[in-house]
Each structure stands twice: as structure tokens, then as C-alpha cells.
């Protein structure tokens, strides 16, 4: 399958957390405590020790910043 038939749209890719922190200047533990006060996206958890964020969440974000 080549990119040009990837019927997933660029800004819904999922972020895992050092992508969003070179997006969003914060640090770790802010970054959970953003999202636990409703502050920052929720995390989509794709296992048990593993979490992502829709790009477009976090485009929205950084728009509404």
C-alpha cells in the first residue's frame, strides 16, 4: 500500500507522548496532570502500559493556546 492510498487522513495519526512533548513544551508529569484536570487531551490507551493522542487533539490544542 502506498502513502497515497492510506485512507487515514494525516491529522489523525496517534501520537505517542515524546512526539506530543516536542509539540506541546511541558514537562512529563505536567503533561498527566494537564490531562487528568481536563486541561490537555485524554490519552486513547492502546495496552496496558501504553497511551496515544490523535494529532488532530493536539493541533486543536495547541490552536486554542
Aim: net charge positive.
Amino acid at each position: 500500500m502506498t502513502r497515497d492510498s492510506d485512507p487515514t487522513p494525516p491529522a489523525d495519526r496517534l501520537l505517542r507522548l515524546p512526539d506530543v512533548l516536542t509539540k506541546v513544551p511541558v514537562g512529563r508529569a505536567s503533561w498527566w496532570k494537564g490531562v487528568k484536570d481536563g486541561r490537555y487531551p485524554a490519552a486513547i490507551k492502546l495496552g496496558p502500559r501504553t497511551s496515544a493522542w490523535r494529532a488532530s487533539d493536539i493541533d486543536k490544542l495547541i490552536a486554542s493556546l
